[in-house]
């Protein structure tokens, strides 16, 4: 049976079937790295503010170069993990970035 793109089926198309996990996961997925987007842009913010207002203290410079790094190394956790998705993808053709339910 192919999936039609609807997250319930039946003939009302009111059931919830084993496929609906594939539009669920995918929903997770897509709020899950816009809200790490999110994050990574407030974590900048937060960073450079405490830059600016830090007013030479060294230890508040060192702590916005303390957020700065972590929120550079998110953006780098969150390309580094796409890449291996694809790396994974051209070595072995297995599309690990689709969540497929199979029914038999």
Known sequence: MQWTGNCIGGPQGDVATLQGLECAFANIISVALGLSGIVVFVMFLIGGFKYLTAAGDPKAVESAK???????????????????LVLIYNVTGVNVTQFKVTTN
């Open 66 to 84: 303390g957020t700065l790094t972590h929120a550079i190394a998110g953006v780098v956790i969150l390309i580094l993990a796409f890449v291996i």
